[in-house]
C-alpha cells in the first residue's frame, strides 16, 4: 500500500491527467480568427459588423469557410431574439438554433453539431448522409441521422441579449463539442460520418445573432471557388 502522502500526489496527477475532457484533443495550434471575405454564403446574408464580427438578421443562413481547415470551429455568440419573419425547417417544425457544420462536403453530406435554442435548449450532433447527392433539390431534408453520445452534459439556457461559446472538433470518427468550455457532446459520427470530406461551416435558422468565429490556421490560406446558388444550401 502505497503511504498516504504517496497516495495523494498519485490521486492529483491522475486526475490531472484524466481531467482533460475541457482540453482540445486536437494538436495546439495558432487560433485564426475568421472574416467575413472568408466564407462562402449559400443562403441567407452575413452582415459585417466592427473587426471580424458579423450579423445574421434572416431566418435561414447557411455558410461555409472556403478554405481547407483542420476540423475546428470556435464561435462566440450573443443571441438577440427572433429575425421576425419566421421560417419552418424542411420537417415542418419551427426551431430557432445556431450551429456549426464539419466535413461539409455538400448540401446533403455532412455533420452538424446544431445548439436548438427555442422551444426547448439542447445540443444535437447529426450526420446527414445521401451519398451519390450533392444539392438540396436532390437530397431536401432527407439523410439526418441523430447520434448517440457516449458521454453528454445540458447546455446552458440562452436568452436574447446573452452571449454563448460554442466550439466542435473531430479527430477521425470522435467529435467532442463544448458549450462555455464545458465537454456537452463526445462519441462517433460512425462511417458514415468519417466517409465525408469538406470544409467547416455555420448555420442558423429563425435566430437573430452576431457572431465571431475562429480556426485553427490552415497549412495554405488559398481559397476555393465559393459554391453559392441554388442547390448549395443545407
Known amino acids: 500500500m502505497l503511504p498516504k502522502r504517496n497516495l495523494l500526489a498519485w490521486l492529483v496527477i491522475a486526475a490531472i491527467s ?24 449559400t443562403e441567407g446574408t452575413l452582415g459585417q459588423l466592427d473587426g471580424k464580427r458579423f450579423s445574421v438578421g434572416v431566418p435561414k443562413m447557411r455558410a461555409y469557410l472556403d478554405m481547407p481547415t483542420p476540423q475546428f470551429l470556435e464561435t462566440r455568440f450573443t443571441y438577440l431574439g427572433s429575425t421576425g419573419h419566421e421560417a419552418p425547417l424542411g420537417s415542418g417544425e ?4 445556431f450551429g456549426l457544420k464539419l466535413r461539409a462536403a455538400n448540401a446533403c453530406n455532412l455533420v452538424y453539431v446544431m445548439w436548438r435554442i427555442e422551444p426547448e435548449s439542447k445540443l444535437v450532433v447529426s450526420v446527414k448522409s445521401n451519398p ?8 431536401g431534408n432527407r439523410g439526418y441521422t441523430n447520434i448517440k453520445a457516449r458521454q453528454s452534459a445540458a447546455v ?3 436568452r436574447p441579449g446573452e452571449t454563448h461559446n460554442l466550439r466542435a472538433e473531430m479527430n477521425g470518427q470522435e467529435l467532442r463539442a463544448f458549450a462555455d468550455g464545458a465537454l456537452v457532446w463526445e462519441g462517433s459520427v460512425g462511417a458514415a460520418g468519417m466517409a465525408l470530406d ?37
Open 94 to 97: 419551427m426551431r430557432r438554433q
Open 132 to 139: 451519390g447527392q450533392d444539392s438540396s433539390t436532390e437530397c
Open 198 to 234: 469538406g470544409p467547416v461551416g455555420i448555420r442558423s435558422d429563425n435566430a437573430r445573432l452576431e457572431i465571431a468565429l475562429s480556426v485553427l490556421r490552415p497549412a495554405t490560406m488559398r481559397a476555393a471557388p465559393c459554391r453559392s446558388g441554388p442547390g448549395e444550401s443545407e
Open 156 to 158: 446552458p439556457v440562452v
Open 18 to 41: 484524466t481531467g482533460g475532457d475541457a482540453q482540445s484533443s486536437l494538436p495546439q495550434g495558432k487560433l485564426i480568427t475568421i472574416s467575413r471575405a472568408d466564407l462562402c454564403v
